[in-house]
């Protein structure tokens, strides 16, 4: 049986250098514009300017990323959040956004927002994210407002559980 080496262990942190930002942007146009059909002209825009943007690395590789910005009012906006599909299944879209959580409540926000497809919902409900609102579109996808409060507890996210952990 041939041996197979372990997978490297997965970081998710703020971006670093330019290098990293445009290996974000190859996973954003991997998972929207390829995969999801998104226009290409509408995935870089002019938020990614101003947003703090995060990667998940296995080793030195990015294989997922998201970005947050001020919406103003105490409130980030969470955005572009995407995992490349071969490293799907395995918590790192959990640890990424909890980066993004911890980063935010660092910074003094008081909620995070997001707009979620409609099938990612179950995912962000378990990371304590609410939805508000009616389904709307956005590229063609149907997407619902959600949001979470700093301050909530969520039973999934008592702390020492640990089940973002990796």
């Known amino acids: 049986m041939p041996e ?6 997965v970081t998710c ?6 290098a990293e930002q445009e290996a974000a942007f190859h996973v954003r146009t991997e998972v929207f514009v390829v995969e999801q059909g998104c226009p290409p002209e509408e995935e870089l825009d002019e938020y990614d300017a101003v947003a703090q943007h ?7 590789e990015v294989i997922g990323t998201a970005r947050v910005y001020s919406l103003g009012n105490g409130a980030a906006k969470v955005g572009r959040v995407a995992v490349l599909r071969e ?8 640890a990424l956004m909890e980066a993004v959580w911890e980063w935010a409540g660092k910074a ?11 099938y990612v919902i179950p995912f962000y409900k378990r990371l304590g994210y609410a939805a508000e609102g009616e389904i709307f ?3 063609n ?3 619902r407002k959600m949001r979470r ?16 952990k990796f």
């Open 4 to 9: 197979t080496s372990p997978e490297p262990p």
């Open 149 to 164: 409060r700093f301050g909530e507890a969520t039973e999934e996210l008592q702390p020492g559980k640990g089940w973002w």
């Open 141 to 143: 996808i149907p997407h």
């Open 13 to 18: 942190r703020p971006i670093l250098n330019e």
């Open 137 to 139: 579109y956005e590229a």
């Open 54 to 60: 995060f990667v998940a690395l296995a080793g030195d």
């Open 108 to 118: 003094g926000y008081r909620e995070c927002v997001l707009h979620a497809q409609t």
């Open 87 to 94: 490293w799907r299944g395995r918590g790192i879209g959990v």
